[in-house]
């Protein structure tokens, strides 16, 4: 029965996430067209002009879903909050990072400084919360070893690490049609289906939402996409999937199941590296890795149906490692 409610959630938050991303798809092309880099993938220049900022829909349907499930008194209260306050403040960050760079066409957004400082503090707030307020507090979850580990003083900068670490990478993930899109919903339904075999509900129905949404919207952002989510929608789902991952005591298996995540910001911390040693020198074609392969000649499909692939396998993986 707990799993026919993985189901239900994922269905819900699946319908509103198709309806709402119909709504604003117009909306946002009146308003959103997206700038696309010149010196990208080829195949990349037609889409000028396909309406950003999508994950507004994202958002909006895990959101209404999971405060539904609250409201019924099938989770946490205070937990779901927590966990919706990073998903929706990273969403919002996304948002004016997106506004000031698509609609206000200023081309640096928010300024590192800016997204950096803001997102620490949302990862400071959840980390805060999770040290004094939920079940074995600072005790960490080891893989592999199958132990739980009390981090003690050092709880709070690692929890801070992780949401900072995988918000960025599901970010940069973010580069192909249906990418990041498909890939977290597979990850989300990994942590849906953990959360519910360990009984720790409250996370697992946030990450059902999300996988329902993430599909609703994949309807729309599948190749040739209709709609980006922008950074509205990859920050907002990197912090959501860290939040809620931290909440399960399951944080370590983000880079285990998310291991394309970790990959792909990886390739970037390389070509930036190798690119400053070495005096203009690259170790990819193109970075993150997904235009690596695109510039070798791999269709977009290709690239994104291999790296769905791979996600899977990791999700699996997962599953044996727990």
Known sequence: MKYISIGIIMLISFVLSVIITKVEIPVLKRKAGQNIREDGPQSHLSKAGTPSMGGIAIIIAASVTTIGVAVMGKIDGLGSAIVLLVFVGFGLIGFFDDYLKVIKKNNLGLRAYQKFGLQTILSVILAVYLANYTEGSTSVYIPFADIYVNFGIWYIPFVVFVVLAMTNAVNLTDGLDGLASGVTAF???????????????????????????????????????????????SLALGGGLAAAAILMKLELMLPIVGLLYVIEALSVVLQVGYFKISGGKRIFKMAPIHHHFEKCGFKEVQVVAGFWIFAVLCCIAGFFII
Do not use: Q
């Open 187 to 233: 990850v989300s339904l990994f942590f849906a289906v953990a959360g519910f075999t360990y009984g720790i509900v409250t996370g697992a129905y946030f990450c059902s939402a999300m996988c329902g949404a993430c599909l609703g919207f994949l309807v729309f952002n599948r190749n040739p996409a209709k709609v980006f989510m922008g950074d509205t929608g």
